[in-house]
């Protein structure tokens, strides 16, 4: 039978293994411009490399990549001689000063045989440190090479963000460094730590013990589907974890060295199940039976709007301003049901004597409260859209993630806002692709191009308005991901998108070069640094049916060194089978079907999905 199919294949001599030959260096996210040029930068023993300012943070980063990577070289502090380093052979200057030109945050690096020169402005550094770490090819006698170019840079948008959901699952602080590492890589520069749910209350209060001895343990872990099928299997396990205020003070200041901003978020007035499971007496009904939230979705059990939840919560806001030091504090603000306010004679009164119209009001009226508290102590409030709802806090910024509507309308009152539409791609816990051979998830599709797509500025605004947009971020909630390798698995490469949605101005971007070229890279380094990671799958074929007798396919990998597999038998592609190595061309005889399906295989085993393609000459 195969035999007779191998027939139908005749294999051309070219060789389509993707040579990374990119134009753009192979950079992610994609600088704003790169110009390449012939020959190479060598790396030696001999090497001068040269800063201007040994005490920044990128200077830091780049000595441990050197320490870390076998390099004997040592950064000299040549701040003396940096203005005749134009003269200095064999040398890599890391410069601060002379750059009044560059934008925030922005970056120049020059490559020429003889000399790279690094130019950034305060993080314009680091990051042009991680583009220049990016560009570097070791080699196996302890060289190093860097091609010739140059490069201008800076980014898009100021804020360019990931979140990580540790309350449904919990992450210990070794994984969160490691989340960091990864952003950093990449030039994300706010991490959104979403620390409190219905779920699980993940960060230590000094004075309210109880948040953690009570609300961060559930009895048991709902593990079976959203709905339908298994939706009632549970792990009947205890379930639990906390930072203490030392760990969260170490991520902090973890985050900081990388130029990222932590931003906690301490979820009101709904999602508040845990919390009030340690304090009912935060509820309109403290006399009730209350438990940390074992299953997922939206829950009835509310923070009350009474004088003792503002005086706890204010409590609890001073001990988190204390440990985190940014700018912003999340308040959360999302799917509060208004049911328990409905019922409360209290909240119905309070309605009534603050004059406000209804149940949003009352939302509105419990963030304004909680707004004037973080404002009073210098910090500024944002919170999910659903802050919109009755009314938006003075100052507070918004995070649209029901579509677009909650950020434009946001902008269009001149407040800020954060776009992370979960309906364009930036849900990272949604489904990577259509196929049932994706791992359990929460829903939804959200693949690597989606994201890729996405453009956080609305056309309906008027060019004043854009100016509110202040950046993007993309969500990793965890309700279906309890570890570490799947936390990563949900999040790469989509988490490389986003830094590019997030960095590269739009004419920069090219899903193709970044797919095509870019990606099997990117993602044969980040499985050497021990990230886990989801294959694409195999590019030029998809699961669709040609009609036709005659095909030609070029496949290329999506990981570098991965191999691509195949079958036209109908059999389940292993390694067994035949290795693609020459673009295809398959004569299918009239009359007949072929069935071909193919596989992307790393060196570390990972395998992606398989890809069907039906080659129609049925003439049906
Ligand atoms: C959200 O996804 N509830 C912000």
Known sequence: ????????????????????????????????????????????????????????????????????????????????????????????LLLTAGNPKLAPEGYELKISDAQVVLNGKGPGLFYGVQTLIQLINADKRGYASIPCGNISDAPRFSYRGLHLDVSRHFFNVEFIKKYLDVMAMYKLNTF??????????????????????????????????????????????????????????????????????????????????????????????????????????????????????????????????????????????????????????????????????????????????????????????????????????????????????????AAQLNHDVIMTPSSAGLYLDHAQGKSRQEPLSIGGNAPLSKLYSYDPVPDVLTADQQKHIKGVQGNLWTEYIATPAKAEFMLLPRML???????????????????????????????????????????????????????KLELTPTVEGARIYYTIDGFTPRETDLWYTQPLIITVPAGREIDLQAIIITPAGKRSNITEMVLDNSGK
């Open 192 to 409: 959104h730590w979403h620390l409190t749910d219905d779920q699980g209350w993940r960060i230590e209060i000094k004075k309210y013990p109880r948040l953690t001895q009570v609300g961060a343990n559930r009895a048991q872990t709902k593990i079976g589907n959203m709905t339908g099928r298994n939706a009632d299997l549970y792990d009947n396990t205890m379930y639990g974890g906390f930072y203490t205020q030392d760990e969260v003070r170490e991520v902090v200041a973890y985050a900081a060295e990388k130029y990222i901003t932590v931003i906690p978020e301490i979820e009101m007035p709904g999602h508040s199940s845990a919390a009030i499971a340690a304090y009912p007496l935060l509820s309109c009904d403290p006399g009730k039976n209350y438990k940390v939230a074992e299953t997922w979705g939206v829950f009835k059990d509310v923070f009350c709007p009474s004088d003792t939840t503002f005086r706890i919560l204010n409590d609890i806001l001073d001990e988190v301003m204390d440990m985190f030091p940014g700018k912003y504090i999340h308040i959360g603000g999302d799917e509060c049901p208004k049911d328990a306010w409905k019922q409360s004679d209290f909240c119905q009164n309070l309605i009534k004597r603050e004059a406000l119209r209804d149940e949003n009001g009352l939302q509105s009226y419990f963030i304004q409260r909680i707004e004037r508290h973080l404002n009073a102590s210098g910090r500024a409030m944002i919170g999910w859209d659903e802050i919109l709802e009755g009314g938006l806090a003075p100052n507070a910024t918004v995070m649209s993630w029901r579509g677009e509507k909650g950020g434009i309308a």
């Open 1 to 92: 039978m195969k035999k007779i199919l191998f027939a139908f294949l005749t294999l051309l001599s070219a060789n389509t293994w993707a040579q990374v030959n990119d134009p753009g260096m192979g950079i992610i996210p994609a600088p704003v411009s790169v110009k390449r040029a012939k020959g190479v930068f060598a790396i030696t023993p001999e090497t001068s490399i040269l800063c201007d300012s040994p005490g920044h943070k990128a200077i830091k980063y780049f000595a441990e990549y050197l320490r870390k990577n076998g390099y004997t070289n040592s950064i000299v502090d040549a701040n003396t001689m940096t203005k005749n380093a134009a003269g200095v052979k064999n040398a890599l």
């Open 497 to 551: 998108a986003l830094a590019e949605v997030a960095w590269t101005p739009t004419a920069a971007k090219n899903y193709d070069n970044f797919s095509r070229l870019r990606i099997p890279r990117h993602l044969g380094k980040l499985e050497a640094r021990g990230y886990n990671y989801r294959v694409p799958e195999v590019i030029g074929m998809s699961d669709t049916l040609l009609k036709g007798g005659q095909f």
